[in-house]
């Protein structure tokens, strides 16, 4: 298992340098000239070259892909247009999105979970129809218009909650819905799925053959096997949320890395871009590797690293 | 007993007088929190080149001179200033008794150690000022002079730009190498004093309680980061926030029904035009540009499209700026518009087309507006293919250079304190793309001419004239399609007072209270 871990977390190496290259060629292939948009519109035509020069802008690829990289090693990329390390933006605001995320996976695991194991449990019915049907609409409503609306009635109208922004315990909770929703049906529908087909297999079966309760069934048999694959889809959708909150960010002023990534396109922040997405690489192999791990916890006939 | 009635009636009188005046005294105490669509870049003044940094560095930082909310120039830590005859001298006397928040003092060391500073940086404005200034000069601890390098009709709203703020001496000493460290350790002399800044999340400021000008009302304030304008609106309703620009005009009717909250429409001297490429066959043709200009109805586009939320251009600088000329928008007369474009060849057998280029959600309806015009001047002929693109994509369009440059027209807005600068700038044949702002090559030796007797006409009134036959020129030669004026929207929680919108995008809420 260690040597598992330990051939993973080299092969991030490769995988950063890959990266780097990938998200460097894509930021330059980007129509726009970051000199004259971090100039600003009233720039004078000095200050554009000022600021090509200042920033090697006007140097052939490969030496700016050099500088770059010359400057990761050393840890001292700074952003185009603050000028500070990229670090000094990128890590608090991946804090704050690592916050919100957790929030929103523990509450949409559990919801989702909950649900669906419901939904499995009492498959055709009345039940399962309300809460696949729920699950539907959780998938299909905007991001945008869901957070919206509950700022409009738990926010102005209600007054229970604030409108967005960081601050309290009580700023995280819409987002955190929010951004939730619809991963929430997804896990549901997953659950639901699973445990329908390991209601199917022949142990389960035998196990009512045999006289057990059907409560000690589902949750000592059915629940254990349903919910491996569940953790994979927990982990993947996890590692999407990270780096996929740039709407529920904006829209509730949630200063996130996902809406700081967003905004330096805009702004061809290249450097920033650049880090940033070489950073959300990054802690997506580590969540893999987390969920693998986790796996093999939870199953007994999976072992890593052995012949 | 006639005297005493009278002394009692005087006294009834002024007590009355003290009682409905004191609910309007302002009052210390309190916080305000304003909600911005977007963070600030840096606090180093002379690095600033976009307006969130500048609304945040008004309140820590003063200059020398400064606008007030009409754009006239007004003394700040200079208590009056002197001009030489030739216009190359500046002399200003110094407030005695001002200390930077770390504890330096203002004088005139303070003031040259800025501009050495600046002029000898590598800072995004360093150009601006490098270009005009020859030397600073300290005459005595309160005394400083400017020479110049040639006569400067603009340079006291150069030092009225945020961008010549007064630095603390010990700051520049510290911070001076590093531009990026600078930016987050603001010191200047102003109303409020710097205390934190959380990236993409918020600034924080307090009262300077040793304020030469006096203690402000506010005890804090606290500049908020939230993108999404409707999220802002929906802030200041439940009280999370309380105030905020950028609101959504189709928001405007119901907030105005909102009675926790005030909406106020306000001026602001941004311009929309459609600029023309004058280079390009057939509009290089005069009539073609004037037909364009006769084919649409402005009124009506200020009025549906923009919904009251702005008035069309009399003249390319906006009414706003000293030095406007009111010469007269083109009226709408499609008649007149089909006229032109037959003498220019152009009819049903031989259409005129042309692409409309147009960015999406950088300006107020910009899509929209494209789109509207589109639609007029179908009515004359005229097939518009309009082409919405991404800003930056957009900006790389426009400024690809005279052999590259392959637009029709262009929508574009432009915001300026300076009317010889909207001149200089996008009018001036040498100040062309790849580097310069004039996108549609227009090019009248007349007009360069009077912008360089601008630049250095000492005598406002010889400035006036000049500026005044300027846009006499330009709006005849029609290198633009002279669109509108746009205006801004205000939501403030009821109860606050005091503050100051300046029309150049700065909310003011140095003087700001709360009456309650």
Known sequence: MLRFIIRRLLLLI????????????????????????????????????????????????????????????????????????????????????LQLSLVSIII??????????????????????????????????????????????????????????????????????????????????MTRANILQVFHQDYI?????????????????????????????????????????????????????????????????????????????????LINLLVDFTYAILDPRIRYGQG | ????????????????????????????????????????????????????????????????????????????????????????????YLRKGVKFHDGTDFNAQ????????????????????????????IVDDYTVRFHLKAPFSDFLNYMASTNADILSPKAIEKYGDDYGEFGKYPVGTGPFVFVEWKPGEKIVLKANENYWGGRPYLDEIEF?????????ALQIQSGDAHVTTRVPPVMYNALKKDPRVVIERVPETRVIFLGINTIKKPLDDIRVRRALNYAIDKEKICKVVLQGMAFPLKSPISELLPGHYPVGAYPYDPKKAKELLKEAGFDENHKLKLELATPKGRYLMDYQ???????????????????????????????????????????????????????????????????GENIGFYSNPKVDELIEKISRAIDPKKKDEYLAEVQKIIMADAPWIFLHNVQELILYRKGLKGLIWHSSEFLDLRKAWWDK
């Open chain 2, 369 to 435: 507006t494209a789109l509207a015009i589109q639609g007029m001047l179908k009515e004359v002929g005229v097939e518009i293919d309009v082409r919405p693109m991404e800003w930056g994509e957009y900006i790389n369009y426009l400024f690809a250079g005279r052999e590259n440059a392959k637009y029709d027209i262009y929508l574009l807005g432009w915001s300026d304190t300076l009317a010889s600068n909207v001149i200089d700038r996008l009018f001036s044949s040498t100040n062309v793309p790849p580097l």
């Open chain 1, 108 to 189: 949409s695991a559990t919801m989702g979970i909950f649900f669906g194991i419901i939904a499995g449990v009492k498959r055709n019915t009345w039940v399962d129809n309300l809460v696949m049907g729920f699950s539907l609409f959780g998938v299909s409503m905007p991001v945008f218009w869901l957070g919206i609306l509950l700022m409009l009635i738990f926010a102005v109208k209600l007054g229970w909650l604030p409108a967005g922004g960081k601050g309290t315990w009580k700023h995280i909770i819409l987002p955190a819905i929010t951004l939730g929703m619809a991963t929430s049906a997804i896990i549901a529908r």
């Open chain 2, 110 to 137: 303070a003031v040259k150690k800025t501009f050495d500073f600046i002029i000898n940086g590598k800072l995004r404005r360093t150009n601006i000022y490098k270009k005009r200034i020859k030397e600073v000069e």
């Open chain 2, 224 to 232: 908020r980061v939230t993108p999404e304008d409707v999220t802002r």
């Open chain 1, 14 to 97: 490769p995988i950063l340098i890959g990266v780097s290259i990938v998200s460097f060629l894509m930021v330059h292939l980007i129509p726009g000239d970051p000199a004259r948009i971090l100039a600003g519109q009233n720039a004078t035509p000095e200050d554009v070259l000022a600021i090509r020069e200042r920033f090697g802008l006007d140097k052939p690829l490969t030496i700016q892909y050099f500088m770059f990289m010359k400057a990761l090693i050393s840890g001292n990329v700074k952003s185009l247009r603050t000028e500070k390390n990229v670090m000094e933006e990128i890590l608090p605001r991946f804090l704050n999105t």
């Open chain 2, 1 to 92: 007993m006639r005297k005493r009635t009278w002394s009692l009636v005087i006294l009834l009188v002024s007590l009355s007088f003290l009682l409905i005046f004191a609910g309007e005294a302002p009052k210390y105490g309190g916080k305000v929190i304003y909600t911005m669509g977007t963070d600030a870049k840096t606090l180093l003044p002379p690095h600033i080149n976009d307006s969130p940094s500048g609304e945040v560095a008004r309140h820590i930082f003063e200059g020398l001179v400064e606008y007030d909310e009409k754009l006239n120039i007004k003394p700040l830590l200079a208590e009056k200033w002197e001009m030489s005859n030739d216009g190359l001298t500046y002399t200003f």
């Open chain 1, 205 to 285: 079966r035998t196990a009512y053959a045999f006289g057990i309760s059907e409560r000690k069934i589902i949750y000592k048999y059915v629940l254990k096997n349903a919910l491996i694959p569940i953790v994979t889809v927990v982990g993947l959708q996890f590692g999407y949320l990270l780096g996929g909150a740039v709407l529920t960010e904006s829209v509730f002023g949630w200063p996130g890395v996902g809406r700081l990534i967003a905004d330096s396109i805009f702004t061809r922040d290249y450097t920033l871009i650049q880090v940033g997405v070489m950073f959300i690489a990054v802690i997506f192999v």
